[in-house]
């Protein structure tokens, strides 16, 4: 497998893997990328669709990018997925899935047309004191040691970071900064996950501090991830003639280890509490999702509150990983990432309102009429001074297909969710889905006497509690996340957020896709290149850009000597165009 730039390769269709013929594969997770491998090894390797099977426990694909409810008893979101042009492998994927709203147009031609014609942007990225714009949201507020301590990050070899957290290598001056305000509610970090990881992020997304302030550099799909999304591509892999098969947990992957190789040898699982299973030979090609991010996820509803449950269950993914992790120290270390709940859980909720009531509140702070099937909020409103530090989304309407006229669904997330509320005296965590959204009307500004009833008989929500959904983030050293396709492995890879792959960043759906497709690629020998991660720290436009947006428009120092050296150069003209100089 190797990694390409050019266009050369992102437009080449690969013949014909040699050795997909004849061969079977097996994939573990429907997730996205579980259905990415099965599509990435029709369309590049050459395998015959029919002998591909996903095995799925649940009875939906998709894993977290879902979607469902219906109108009478509340719409169901667990997330939404932020995206952006640079996810190079998700965009190479779907340029190949047909689009089911757009006729004889790709999901990737849906997805460019609608973003060209209703390009994000945020009115309000942060607001505070009972729906105020908070005040300087147009800055960053970093002082120049926290300008410095993030160059040092990015510049940091990963090693020099195993095992530390965020705040082992940024000060209180960074963390006072509207940087990290916008950085961490956009990307869900928290000060205790891992410094390897945030490095990862300044780097591969250091285009996207041009768009911290008002999110216009980012993308959304027209519906749920799960109607625009997954439902696409599966319809597309059962039109192939790829076998799902769901209600299966897979609860362990034998590997035999002998001779310096790694061969795949028998698949067990439980189907309707059976045991089952298949045994393997060294054709046959296995994918292993390890790990999940929403295992686990809990309901709760409009007068119930979340349940909590962290037990990790014979036949749930974890398990499986600790499984085959017992097997081979190259296979990983689960427990870096589920063994701490606490610090890798918080909770959504998904309101769907009965009335104009809270729709009208949306359109007066955004300033944007929520039913005007044009983007409302352009990604999450963080509402600084919230003790759960509570963001809030209100996607294009509708958010579903079959979500009627009138009626708006808004998504909320608490990162911390374990503290007492500012207006409901109790954490999140503690709270049914009534006392959520009146935690939410205190943050916009509803009077304290009308937040009660516009939270009782104006909305349905259901919160959500996701023990694992930041489980990727815990502070990891090398070693503890297993290489997408071991060394010695002759038939098998893992796929998804908990396997190795470099540079890239993990909960993303780009990470996904990228995978999977570093796992059929090298498992069959395609001829034809891996997208490269987009390099923009390695643009000297684009960082000179992010150094303006970073010094909030100030320029350099001594720029007057800075000019005098450059002056004639294009260097000069590179410090003046971005305002440096």
């Given amino acids: 497998m190797r990694y390409a730039h050019s266009n050369f390769e992102a437009f080449a ?163 006072k900064s509207h940087f990290w305000l916008f950085w961490r509610s956009m990307f869900a970090f928290e000060t205790w996950h891992s410094a390897i990881e945030m490095k990862r992020y300044l780097a591969r997304f250091v285009h996207q501090i041009l768009g911290l302030k008002d999110l216009h550099t980012l993308k959304f799909t027209k519906y749920n991830q799960q109607e625009s999304l997954s439902k696409p591509l599966a319809t597309w892999l059962t039109h192939q003639g790829v076998i799902f098969q769901h209600g299966v947990q897979v609860t362990n992957v034998h590997v035999d280890t002998s001779a310096g190789k790694k061969v795949a040898t028998q698949i067990d699982w439980l189907e309707n509490d059976a045991k089952g299973g298949i045994t393997l030979t060294p054709t046959d090609l296995v994918f292993v999702t390890n790990g999940s991010m929403v295992e686990n996820s809990c309901w709760g509803d409009h007068h119930t509150p979340a349940p909590i449950d962290t037990t990790i269950k014979e036949g749930s993914v974890w398990q499986l990983w600790r499984n085959m992790a017992a097997q081979d120290p190259a296979f990983g270390r689960p427990d870096v990432f589920c063994g701490d709940t606490v610090k890798s859980r918080w909770e959504s909720a998904t309101v769907t309102t009965l009335d104009a009531r809270i729709p009208d509140l949306v359109h007066k702070v955004t300033g944007r009429d929520p039913f005007s099937g044009r983007t409302v909020t352009g990604g999450p409103i963080t509402i600084q001074d919230s003790a759960w530090l509570m963001s809030w989304v209100v996607s294009r309407q509708p958010h579903f297909k079959a979500q009627p006229k009138g009626q708006m669904v808004a998504w909320l997330y608490g990162l911390f969710s374990d503290v007492p509320g500012n207006y409901v005296k109790k954490p999140m965590q503690e709270c049914t889905g009534e006392e959520i959204t009146q935690e939410w009307l205190f943050h916009m500004g509803v009077p304290t006497n009308q937040i009660g009833d516009m939270a009782a008989t104006g909305a349905i929500t259901h919160p959500c509690m996701m023990p694992f959904i930041t489980a990727q983030f815990m502070p990891r050293s090398p070693g503890d996340r297993p290489k997408v396709v071991p060394d010695g492995s002759v038939n098998l890879a893992f796929i998804g957020q908990f396997a190795e792959t470099p540079r890239d960043t993990v909960f993303t759906t780009e990470y996904s896709v990228r995978t999977a497709m570093e796992g059929v690629y090298t498992l069959l020998n395609v001829d034809r290149a891996v997208p490269e991660v987009f390099g923009s720290i390695y643009d000297i436009r684009m960082v000179l850009q992010a150094a303006a947006e970073l010094r909030d428009g100030k320029k350099v120092p001594a720029s007057g000597l800075l000019h005098h050296l450059t002056d004639g150069t294009e260097i000069d003209d590179l410090l003046e165009r971005y305002g440096l100089i």
């Fill in 13 to 175: 269709r690969p013949a014909k893997s040699e050795s997909a013929e004849n061969r079977s594969a097996w994939i573990v997770g429907g997730g996205l990328a579980g259905m990415a491998t099965a599509a990435f090894l029709i369309r590049d390797a050459g395998m015959i669709p029919s002998k591909i099977t996903i095995l799925e426990a649940s009875k939906a694909n998709g894993g977290a990018l879902d979607g469902a409810g219906n109108a009478k008893t509340g719409w169901l979101i667990r997330g939404g997925r932020e995206m952006e042009e640079q996810f190079q492998c998700l965009w190479d994927l779907y340029r190949s899935i047909p689009s089911l709203e757009v006729p004889d147009a790709s999901v990737l031609d849906e997805f460019y047309r609608l973003n060209r014609a209703d390009p994000s942007s945020s009115p309000v990225r942060a607001m505070y004191a009972n729906g105020q714009p908070l005040p300087d949201r147009n800055h960053l507020t970093l002082t120049g040691k926290a300008r410095r301590e993030i160059i040092a990050l990015i510049l940091a070899d990963e090693e020099k970071l195993a095992g530390k957290t965020i705040s082992d290598v940024l000060s209180h001056d960074f963390m």
